[in-house]
Structures are given as C-alpha cells and as structure tokens.
C-alpha cells in the first residue's frame, strides 16, 4: 500500500508517512519472533523453577505430544495442557519482548529496525507506555487464525491490537532521518546559545519536542516559507509553556536546536 497517511500536529504542522507493506511486516514478525527463541527458553525455566509448571501440567503435556506422535494411550486433556502450557510460554515471550523493545526503540523492535518500520500513533507521534501495553495484550489473540485478514481489509493494515491501541505501523525512511540525535546529544553544552534547567523541560509536552525533532529532520526539505511559518507557529507556544523569554525572529531556529540538544542530554541522564 502506498498511500501516504498525514497527521497535523497540535501547533499545525502536516506530517506524512507511507504505511508498512504486509510483506515487510511479516518479514519484521520472522526476524523477531527467531529472536524471541532465547527468551522464550528462559521464561520457560523461570517458571519451572517458580513451581508453575508442576510435574502433572509437564506429564499431561508429555501425553499429548506422544499422542500427537502416534504413542497409544494418552489422557484425553492432554492436548489442552500442552495447548495451555504454549500459550503461557509464548504470551510472556512475546508481551515482554515487544513490548519491551517497542518501549525503548521508540516503537520499533529489532526485526522493525531491520526492515525498516516503526509504530506510531495515530497522530503521527511516538508511542506511549499505555499504546504499547494495549497492543502487546492483544498480540496473542492478533495471532489467531480468524484475525489475519484484518490488517487485509485495514485501511492502513492495522491489526486489531492497533485499532484499540490507536496505532499504525509506517515505513521509517531512511533518507527522511537524519543524524540529528546523535549530532546534538554529542554537543558540548558549552556551546549552546540558550539554557533550559530541567525544570523548564519538563514543562514541554512531549508533542512538543517530537514536533521540533520532526520538523528539523526535514529542515533541509523545506522551502524559505515553510521554514519561516513552522518557527512562527511552533516557537512561541513553546516558549511560553517552558516559561522561558521569547528569542528574537532570527534566533528562533538555534533556539529550537538548542532546546533539543538539552532534551536528549536530560533523557541521557534519566537513562544512565
């Protein structure tokens, strides 16, 4: 699918992203779920060891496995502990390991980084906490067999788990991101112009600073008068919820630079 999907954000600037192929969803899904093996294993003998699987659940299951292998006899429950005993063992795997991943590579897992996707929300911003609980609940009953033709017949391929959580999986570009993290978390904070102290940022929004991020990754794609409208209707709302002064027009841009730089250094700190 190649139609763009556009999103406005709270100060009007557009954003567009190309939704995810299902193919390279599937592809990501692969990649991951080869991933999630280890984990996997480790949440099995974790639970083994906490007493959760008891020596009848791991009989039963043994039961069924003979059965499946053509073994006479087994117990005719047999299937529903094994079936019962793989849903446990792979719901954990995999609400820890997206869920996770998706929390900390802001929306993306590995096998997305690989192929190339990130989930958003619907709004065009990153992920929340509560999105990625909401989708990594339902990405057990995602699997089922009825539910795959959903993300078919999807608008924007969402699966049910986006469609509660609000979210949809968008192809990350590579020549539409720029270093821009890395560059300004690497800069000295002896060179910058203007001053945030912590308590400032944490009065911006976080629609705020993927707002300023977003649009100066795209700096270089934007015409003289796309530049000047976005500083116009972005800095001043900003400024005034920081309830820092209001910089001149000519030094609205370094102030924007500036107040990312000191965000990435305060979430580098907040992480070490």
């Given at each position: 699918m190649?139609?763009?999907i556009e999103?406005?954000t709270p100060?009007?600037?557009?954003?567009a992203y190309?939704p995810a192929?299902?193919?390279?969803?599937f592809?990501?899904?692969?990649?991951?779920?080869?991933?999630?093996?280890?984990?996997i294993?480790?949440?099995?003998?974790?639970l083994?060891?906490?007493g959760?699987?008891?020596?009848?659940?791991l009989s039963r299951?043994a039961d069924a496995?003979?059965?499946?292998?053509?073994?006479?006899?087994?117990?005719p429950?047999?299937?529903?502990?094994a079936?019962?005993?793989?849903?446990l063992?792979?719901?954990?795997?995999?609400f820890f390991y997206?869920g996770?991943?998706?929390?900390?590579?802001?929306?993306?897992t590995l096998g997305?980084?690989?192929?190339?996707?990130r989930?958003v929300?619907?709004d065009?911003?990153?992920?929340?906490?509560?999105?990625i609980f909401?989708?990594s609940?339902?990405?057990?009953v995602d699997h089922?067999p009825p539910l795959?033709?959903?993300?078919?017949?999807s608008?924007r391929?969402?699966r049910?788990g986006d469609?509660?959580?609000?979210?949809?999986?968008?192809?990350?570009?590579?020549e539409?991101?720029?270093d821009?993290?890395?560059?300004?978390?690497e800069?000295p904070?002896a060179?910058v112009?203007f001053?945030?102290?912590?308590?400032?940022?944490?009065?911006?929004?976080?629609e705020?600073?993927?707002a300023?991020e977003k649009?100066?990754?795209?700096?270089?794609k934007?015409t003289?008068?796309?530049?000047?409208s976005?500083?116009d209707?972005?800095?001043?709302?900003?400024a005034a919820?920081?309830?820092?002064?209001?910089?001149p027009?000519?030094r609205?841009?370094?102030f924007?630079?500036?107040l990312?730089?000191?965000?990435?250094r305060?979430?580098h700190?907040?992480l070490?």
């Amino acid at each position: 699918m190649s139609t763009k999907i556009e999103f406005e954000t709270p100060e009007n600037i557009r954003v567009a992203y190309r939704p995810a192929g299902l193919g390279t969803r599937f592809l990501a899904w692969f990649v991951d779920n080869i991933l999630m093996i280890p984990l996997i294993f480790v949440i099995f003998i974790v639970l083994a060891m906490l007493g959760v699987f008891t020596s009848e659940v791991l009989s039963r299951a043994a039961d069924a496995m003979n059965k499946s292998n053509g073994a006479p006899g087994g117990d005719p429950e047999a299937e529903l502990y094994a079936l019962g005993l793989g849903v446990l063992v792979m719901g954990l795997g995999s609400f820890f390991y997206f869920g996770c991943s998706e929390l900390l590579l802001r929306g993306q897992t590995l096998g997305k980084r690989w192929s190339g996707i990130r989930v958003v929300r619907l709004d065009g911003f990153a992920l929340e906490p509560g999105g990625i609980f909401i989708r990594s609940l339902f990405r057990v009953v995602d699997h089922l067999p009825p539910l795959w033709i959903v993300p078919l017949v999807s608008a924007r391929s969402q699966r049910l788990g986006d469609m509660v959580a609000g979210t949809v999986v968008v192809a990350d570009s590579p020549e539409s991101i720029s270093d821009l993290r890395q560059v300004l978390s690497e800069r000295p904070a002896a060179e910058v112009e203007f001053r945030f102290d912590n308590a400032a940022l944490q009065r911006a929004r976080r629609e705020d600073i993927e707002a300023v991020e977003k649009i100066l990754e795209r700096w270089e794609k934007l015409t003289a008068v796309q530049r000047q409208s976005f500083l116009d209707q972005l800095v001043p709302p900003i400024a005034a919820r920081l309830k820092v002064e209001l910089p001149p027009a000519d030094r609205r841009l370094p102030f924007l630079y500036d107040l990312l730089a000191a965000e990435y250094r305060r979430q580098h700190r907040r992480l070490g």
